[in-house]
Every structure is written in structure tokens, then in C-alpha cells.
Nanobody, 119 residues
Framework: QVQLVESGGGLVQPGGSLKLSCAPS????????MGWYRQAPGKQRELVAS???????NYADSVKGRFTISRDNTNNMLSLQMNSLKPEDTAVYYC?????????????WGQGTQVTVSS
């Protein structure tokens, strides 16, 4: 069972920066996409940024121009560089990896890492 291990969360002041990382514990068969989601208290989990491998990169409107997603092709390590952080960015951030095989689609999730933006 492949696990996604996240790191890099923490407490930062408004306007500051953080970088999240996500490392798969093994290879994922037929990996098709990777992304970052977040969930704030009392809210639904939402997509922050994603990479559809070999196709495109997508960002939520609320983070465009501030966040950058990247993926290392050699080991599928995923990163999220977050700049100009705002209090509304406070949430638990989750790494996601999706595989698509003839047998069906499978999603892998990390355990989540807390990001708190506060003065």
C-alpha cells in the first residue's frame, strides 16, 4: 500500500511563505494526476492545485499568482510553494495522487499537514 507523506506545514504570519512537500512511499501504477487539497474547519475539502501529468496544471482562483505546484518526474515528489499567505489560507492541506487503470480509478491521500496563517 503506497503512502503519501507530507511535510512543511506550520504557523506563519500573513504575507509569509511556506513550502509543502509530499513524498510517495513507493511507485504508483499508472499515475495520472497529483494535487493538493485543503480543508478548513467547518468547510468542505477543496482543490488548491493539481497537475494532470503531461497535460496541464490547475489552480483554484483564490491561490492563483500566489501558489506554485511542482512535481519531480524522477520520484513523483510533489511540492506546493505558498507565498503571500492570507489568514483564509489556514487549513489542513492534503496531498493526493490518482491512478487510472482499466480496473478503475484509485485515489491516494496523505495524512494532512496543518497550515496556520495568523499574526
Amino acid at each position: 500500500q503506497v503512502q503519501l507523506v507530507e511535510s512543511g506545514g506550520g504557523l506563519v504570519q500573513p504575507g509569509g511563505s511556506l513550502k509543502l512537500s509530499c513524498a510517495p512511499s513507493g511507485s504508483i501504477f499508472r499515475l495520472s494526476a497529483m494535487g493538493w487539497y485543503r480543508q478548513a474547519p467547518g468547510k468542505q475539502r477543496e482543490l488548491v492545485a493539481s497537475i494532470i501529468i503531461g497535460v496541464e496544471t490547475n489552480y483554484a482562483d483564490s491561490v492563483k499568482g500566489r501558489f506554485t505546484i511542482s512535481r519531480d518526474n524522477t520520484n513523483n515528489m510533489l511540492s506546493l510553494q505558498m507565498n503571500s499567505l492570507k489568514p483564509e489560507d489556514t487549513a489542513v492541506y492534503y496531498c493526493n495522487a490518482r491512478s487510472e487503470a482499466p480496473s478503475g480509478t484509485r485515489d491516494y491521500w496523505g495524512q494532512g499537514t496543518q497550515v496556520t496563517v495568523s499574526s
